[in-house]
Nanobody
């Protein structure tokens, strides 16, 4: 079973930036960042395959950038121009929702003035 460890969250003011990291215990071809806000379902935010091809949910396009280091089995999420509606717990996992691994603890992102 692949283990996932997320980090980098915190409290930031609207318009600010954060960089999240997630390290997996093994290589995952297509990695993704998900988020879950209070009272809402978990949603896929961005994904990237081993070749670097990316996809984003419309609400973060132009503000978030996903990248990865295949040697370190690590995926990053650079989040700029953060908005209060970006507040959520952020998780990484397989972008293929039919092949999800056990969820990590996630990392809390709070955007508030």
């Amino acid at each position: 079973q692949v283990q996932l460890v997320e980090s980098g969250g915190g409290l930031v003011q609207p318009g600010g930036s954060l960089r999240l990291s997630c390290t997996a215990s093994a290589s995952i071809f297509n990695m993704a960042w998900y988020r879950q806000a209070p009272g809402k379902q978990r949603e896929l935010v961005a994904s990237i395959d081993r070749r670097g091809r990316t996809n984003y949910v419309d609400s973060v396009k132009g503000r978030f950038t996903i990248s990865r280091d295949n040697v370190k089995n690590t995926v990053y999420l650079q989040m700029n121009s953060l908005k209060p509606e970006d507040t959520a717990v952020y998780y990484c996992n397989n972008a293929n929702i039919g092949l999800l691994f056990a969820w990590g603890q996630g990392t809390q992102v709070t955007v508030s003035s």
